[in-house]
């Protein structure tokens, strides 16, 4: 049956141009032409290959991971890769690795805090990667609160150097990627000290390793944190251990573009507001976005290929079982993902030009859209995380059986993917920075500007809840305009009671922290509704190919209608929809999920992932799964005795009721 496609009567169903939605998908043709050349360059080198992770010893697999990204480099460097292409290498290579902290948030650390001259001293050295970074903040005692970082960089004027230093066991940096064996330089966060006063938390570009015999430079004590969760997975990266002994760096060291030490021991701060210090972060959170479209894409493109291909029940006169993706249940839990996915490939694309708009106006001295950034980032950063992870697992279990096993993919991804809910800011302390979105929920929001704050978002809530009384069956069905007020409304009512709680307390830190539970609801129905209102207004664009727009329509309605149902309680409550509108929003979503049915597969085709970037044998594009899963399971290295090691030792003593005298 090789060379079958199993799956080609699902894809004869389809109702649309499945080649246009892949450069819908991909943001351009360009992007589209960049992404297929690359995937398809590593999926076809059998440097690349990625199968056997899970049955390697942590020692071979983080090797394994050195050679492979030398090999990446190698390949970048002998093809002559764009900036865009070499990105898009190390991403469809699939494996976490050193090189994504120097990529990712050690350059652009210097791009964002270094002055023009460390810029030019450093980036060109980090470019030819003759030097490799990672981001030292986090450390044994803190991670989430930033400003309880203990590391010190005491300025000594006399020689004109920092010296950093790790005072206490719980100043350890710890936890960095790439540190722990790889990295020779690091951006350190410590707390500056300068002619005694303390002036906060900063970066430093500070040596680790020699660049000739890589061993720790004096003063450093570094190493590996030890194994994480699952087999292979998150084990290529070498998370690191840090201590300093008085380690001294020169002062042009400090990344001095938020605020500079002078040689006399002046501390200047610039114009630039103090928060750029954690502009890395807002980066790199962005990128997290994105990246929760290709995680939550890849899960969902293995559970629907194989809910095609599974058959379960209901023969009649001795024909096919019914395939899995037919039942309503399977739909219900399914479909809601792929929209999802779409849905999150659409704010990433939004939050990458809000980033860029961003950054623009930084580099013009215009700081004015930077609370906002921060908090889109931060709130959707631990939106789709959190539903990326959770879908993930999901799909395992739509996978049934089959979806335990390392083959299908799911166990490594879910492994791999389930820090993103803690890195980057721990997605429940980040939705608390939620405040300066949409609307004011703050206490500084409601006791600076006192009852008025509240009256304003009081008199918004209620023109909302006006409005949305036209909300009805029909409405649901083809107003997007009213879905979105459904949301604001939700949103805005949620942000409302929070505030008018808030100002019963007399002490705002009290009210804050005795409501936050509530707080983070509000800030997750506020980025909900941003989801949705730009998916809305994605679909207002042109998009060309036949049926394109049509569908994306359909998994829309699904995202929307998806989350007021699971949070209609809320919706209930704004009084913006009835119980009977909740019970119609409901049939809504079934006849949706009839919609998706014939062209999901189609729909996860448009990702244009290949097998080996999947990797599982339950979502290989022909569908050929049986011969497969047999086949891999033989290769497994306990097949490679048919009597295992250890028989005569425990098995035999067992059996033969001789345990008592074996040597255990
Ligand atoms: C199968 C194989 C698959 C393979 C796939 C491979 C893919 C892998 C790719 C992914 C790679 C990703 C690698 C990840 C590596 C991880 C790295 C890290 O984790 S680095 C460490 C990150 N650490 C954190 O995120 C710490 C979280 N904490 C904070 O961000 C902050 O300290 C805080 C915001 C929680 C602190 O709050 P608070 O105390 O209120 O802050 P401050 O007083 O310091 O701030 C006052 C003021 O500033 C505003 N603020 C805070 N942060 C920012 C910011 N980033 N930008 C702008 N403004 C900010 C804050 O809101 C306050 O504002 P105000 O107006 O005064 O209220
Ligand atoms: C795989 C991985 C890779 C990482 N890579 C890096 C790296 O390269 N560089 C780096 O510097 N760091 C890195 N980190 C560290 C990461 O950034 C931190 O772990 C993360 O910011 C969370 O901080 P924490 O560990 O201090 O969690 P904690 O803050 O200790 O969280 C523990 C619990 O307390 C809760 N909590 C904490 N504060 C509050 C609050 N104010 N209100 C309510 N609840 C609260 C949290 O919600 C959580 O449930 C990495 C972490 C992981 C897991």
Redesign the pocket.
């Known amino acids: 049956m090789e060379g079958v496609d199993h799956l080609a009567h699902e894809r004869n169903k389809s109702e649309f141009d499945v080649d246009a939605m892949k450069i819908v998908w991909a943001g351009s043709p360009h992007a589209f032409d960049v992404s297929d050349r690359i995937s398809k360059l590593v999926a076809s080198d059998p440097g690349f290959r990625k199968d056997n992770r899970s049955t390697l010893s942590r020692k071979e697999l983080f090797k394994n991971t050195l050679r492979k990204a030398a090999y990446a480099w190698k390949t970048i460097v002998d093809l002559r890769l764009s900036e865009e292409e070499a990105a898009k290498l190390r991403f469809y290579v699939?494996?976490?690795a050193f090189t994504?902290?120097h990529w990712?948030?050690f350059i652009p650390a210097i791009k964002g805090q270094g002055t023009e001259e460390q810029q030019q001293k450093w980036l060109p050295l980090a470019y030819k990667m003759q030097i490799i970074g990672c981001?030292a903040?986090?450390e044994l005692g803190h991670?989430?609160?930033?400003?309880g970082l203990e590391t010190t960089a005491t300025f000594d004027s006399q020689t004109d150097e920092f010296i950093i230093h790790s005072p206490t066991l719980t100043s350890s940096k710890w936890?960095p990627?790439g540190l722990g064996k790889v990295a020779t330089h690091a951006i350190a966060y410590a707390r500056l000290i300068v002619g005694g006063r303390e002036h906060g938390v900063h970066g430093f570009i500070v040596q680790l390793r020699s660049l000739e015999d890589h061993s720790p430079l004096l003063g450093i004590t570094v190493g590996d944190i030890g194994m994480k969760f699952g087999n292979g997975?998150y084990n290529t990266m070498d998370n690191g251990v840090l201590q300093f002994d008085h380690v001294r760096i020169p002062r042009n060291q400090m990344l001095m573009r938020v605020s500079q030490v002078t040689c006399e021991g002046k501390y200047k701060q610039s114009d630039v507001p103090r928060?750029l210090v954690?502009?890395t972060?807002?980066y790199?959170r962005q990128t997290?976005v994105a990246?929760a479209s290709c995680a939550l894409s890849r899960a969902v493109c293995i559970a629907t290929r194989y809910s095609a291909v599974r058959r379960q029940f209901g023969s009649q006169n001795g024909g096919p079982e019914t395939q899995v993706i037919d039942y309503k249940t399977q739909q219900s839990r399914l479909f809601p993902l792929l929209a999802s996915a779409y849905a999150f490939r659409f704010i990433g694309e939004w939050l990458k030009w809000l980033y860029a708009d961003v950054t623009q106006r930084l580099q013009a001295n215009d700081f004015s859209t930077?609370?906002e950034a921060?908090a889109c980032t931060a709130g959707l950063k631990s939106l789709t995380t959190t539903a990326t992870a959770d879908g993930i697992e999901e799909c395992r279990k739509l996978c049934g059986g089959h979806g335990y096993l390392c083959s299908s993919g799911l166990p490594?991804?879910f492994a791999?993917y389930v820090p993103a809910c803690t890195?980057?800011?721990?997605n429940t302390?980040l939705l608390l920075?939620v405040?300066d979105m949409s609307c004011k929920v703050?206490h500084?929001d409601c006791f600076s500007a006192g009852v008025q704050a509240v009256q304003q978002e009081t008199s918004r809530y209620n023109s909302l809840y006006d409005s949305s009384r036209a909300f009805n069956a029909m409405s649901l069905r083809c107003s997007k305009s009213a879905l979105l007020e459904a949301f604001e409304a939700r949103a805005a009512r949620m942000s409302v009671a929070c505030a008018q709680n808030l100002s019963n307390f007399d002490n705002p830190e009290e009210g804050f922290a005795e409501l936050s539970a509530d707080l983070v609801e509000a800030a997750v129905a506020h980025c909900q509704l941003i989801v949705v209102s730009k998916f809305i207004e994605k679909l207002q664009q042109e998009i060309p190919g036949k049926g394109v727009k049509q569908q994306l329509e359909v998994l829309c309605n699904i995202y929307a209608l998806f989350l007021l149902h699971k949070h209609q309680g809320d919706f209930l409550s704004t009084g913006c929809i009835t119980p009977k509108h909740a019970a119609l929003a409901n049939d809504e979503l079934r006849s949706l999920y009839s919609q998706v049915r014939p062209n999901a597969i189609a729909l996860v085709d448009a990702f244009n992932y290949t097998d080996h970037y999947l990797?599982s044998i339950l979502g290989c594009y022909d569908g050929n799964v049986y011969p497969k899963l047999y086949e891999a399971a033989w290769k497994d290295p306990l097949n490679e005795s048919v009597v295992p090691d250890g028989y005569h030792l425990y098995i035999r003593p067992l059996l033969k009721q001789e345990i008592r005298t074996a040597r255990l």
């Open positions: 699939d494996e976490p994504d902290l990712g948030m981001y903040q986090t991670g989430s609160n930033v400003q936890w990627g997975a928060q954690y502009g972060m807002v790199v997290i990246d930077l609370p921060h490594e991804l791999v890195y980057e800011g721990d302390v920075q405040r703050s500084e990797g």
